[in-house]
């Protein structure tokens, strides 16, 4: 079974400034999604960023960026220009690219950033 | 087009009871789930269904049933909520196909267990 591991419960950024939220996760298959998702104080679950395992170019969406390191089994988060909206839990998640049952997430346990005006 | 809707959106059970979550999507997703989050927990799956008729467990299954007999709804029934069932309660669905495509969130049911 797939795991993912957030080692970081919480951190806090400067507003303007650029924090790394990190993520490892253990599988061993070779063809994989990865996600980030935000989860702010509303509940809501947002969507941040995706990356494709078989992608070896990372993913970035504006501000938010990713370092994948495939053979380290690495999906950091980089969130630069943070601003006050982005403090929220993030979660990391993991997706089987196998038929089946390959539509489930696997959750890590989450990382509450604290952005500092 | 309201995506993924959860009701209720806020419960207070005593033990013992049964309550049902439902769940409606109109985006004809095939792929539908329910997740549990718990504090410093994440959120871990409770049931999956790919299509109707077809449903499955995930990790956490246990003191919870669910249906699909349409593609829109897939309801979550608790038959005997106990305190360790307190929980938010997120239900997703996602298109079959690519799996990269991302699992639409409904905005959450807190469930509370007296």
């Known amino acids: 079974a797939q795991t993912v591991t957030q080692s970081q419960p919480e951190m806090s950024v400067q507003e303007a400034e650029t924090v790394t939220l990190s993520c490892t996760y253990d599988?061993?298959?070779?063809?994989?999604?990865l996600f980030w998702y935000k989860q702010p104080p509303s509940r809501q679950m947002i969507l941040v960023i995706r990356?494709?395992?078989?992608?070896?170019q990372n993913a970035t969406e504006n501000r938010f960026s990713v370092n994948f390191q495939k053979a380290a089994k690495s999906f950091s988060l980089k969130i630069s220009d943070s601003q006050l909206g982005d403090a929220a839990m993030y979660f990391c998640?993991?997706?089987?690219?196998?038929?089946?049952?390959?539509?489930?997430?696997?959750f890590g346990k989450g990382t509450l950033l604290t952005v500092n005006p | 087009n309201a995506g993924v809707t959860q009701t209720p959106k806020f419960q207070v059970l005593k033990t013992g009871q049964s309550m049902t979550l439902q769940c409606a999507q109109d985006?004809?997703?095939?792929?539908m789930s329910w997740y549990r989050q718990d504090p410093g927990m994440g959120l871990r799956l409770i049931h999956y269904?790919?299509?109707?008729?077809?449903?499955d467990q995930g990790e956490v299954p246990n003191g919870y049933n669910v249906s699909r007999s349409t593609t829109e709804d897939f309801p979550l029934r608790l038959l005997s909520a106990a305190p360790s069932q307190t929980s938010v309660y997120f239900c997703?669905?996602?298109?079959?196909?690519?799996?990269?495509?991302?699992?639409?969130f409904g905005d959450g049911t807190r469930l509370s267990i007296l």
């Open positions: 269904s790919v299509g109707a008729g077809i449903t």
């Open positions: 990356q494709e395992a078989y992608k070896q």
């Open positions: 985006m004809n997703h095939e792929y």
């Open positions: 998640a993991y997706r089987s690219a196998r038929g089946g049952s390959n539509y489930k997430l696997t």
């Open positions: 599988t061993s298959e070779s063809d994989y999604y």
């Open positions: 997703a669905s996602s298109k079959q196909g690519a799996g990269n495509q991302p699992q639409h």
